[in-house]
């Protein structure tokens, strides 16, 4: 099997046995794939084995055969990069890149490069280590990551009429319906089932204008992951530890 060399981001792991590993990786010329990596684990007389961390940034080479996009490629060689211990530091960054992770996975597909997202990918989890409130560079890569794989709502006119949304029609009330792909005006909505209520506040913010309070924030990230929930046929499961504290769900009794 040919041999692919790349730069990398673990995106999710599994250990495989005691001493090897299963890992999604989303590499920047190759695109998202899976690998096993024998023996990651198993320590040697000269090496002390570490296995590979989620999250973890390297240099991959991998022996896959990409038109068998079913197969797990191997993984032969890794090389750690530039460490992001500070991610680790405090929930909230941990949480983000986490997140940020399990959308890329959830929303690329094996063997399929997105060379912007990638970058856009690595430049969050650096821009994390330093954020104590990350949901302002998490919605940012949401709209990087929905733009790469063509599935950005349309958020300047209606999806049902084509009628533009300006300041007035927002006024009068606006919809945002994932099957559609964009806004719902007033007139149009009745005709829909599947739709959520949009306020001029979020819709500045979604149209790439600054955030006139941290709620608008908030709700831009709440419609963009119902978005993706759509679209991934499942809800995110690190979405309401993004939020802020103060605006996440309360636990259910007795969790």
């Not at 319906?177 to 149009?188: I, V």
């Not at 204008?209 to 046929?233: E, I, K, Q, V």
Request: glycine fraction near 6%; charge should be positive.
């Amino acid at each position: 099997m040919p041999l692919i060399r790349d730069q990398a981001v673990v995106l999710r792991r599994l250990d495989y046995s005691e001493t090897s590993q299963v890992l999604i990786l989303f590499t920047r010329h190759h695109g998202k794939a899976r690998a096993i990596a024998k023996g990651i684990k198993r320590s040697t007389k000269r090496r002390f084995a570490t296995a590979i961390d989620l999250l973890e940034v390297g240099h991959v080479t991998l022996s896959a055969r990409t038109a068998r996009p079913q197969e797990l490629a191997t993984l032969t060689e890794w090389k750690s990069g530039k460490p992001l211990s500070a991610l680790r530091e405090k929930l909230p960054r941990l949480y983000a890149a986490q997140y940020a992770a399990e959308i890329t996975a959830g929303m690329t597909e094996d063997w399929d490069p997105h060379q912007r997202l990638y970058d856009a990918l690595c430049a969050l989890l650096d821009n994390l280590c330093d954020l104590d409130q990350p949901l302002e560079a998490v919605l940012a890569f949401m709209t990087v990551l929905l733009t790469e794989v063509g599935s950005l709502p349309q958020f300047e006119r209606c999806a049902g009429c084509g009628r533009a949304a300006d300041k007035r029609s927002a006024r009068g009330g606006l919809f945002f319906s994932s099957h559609q792909g964009g806004l719902l005006c007033r007139d149009c909505e009745p005709a829909y089932v599947e739709k959520r209520s949009l306020s001029p506040a979020v819709l500045e913010v979604l149209r790439g204008r600054p955030a006139p309070n941290a709620g608008a924030t908030t709700g831009a990230f709440d419609l963009l992951n119902y978005h993706l929930a759509h679209l991934m046929g499942r809800a995110p499961l690190l979405a309401d530890k993004v939020r802020p504290p103060q605006s996440r769900r309360p636990a259910a009794p007795g969790k």
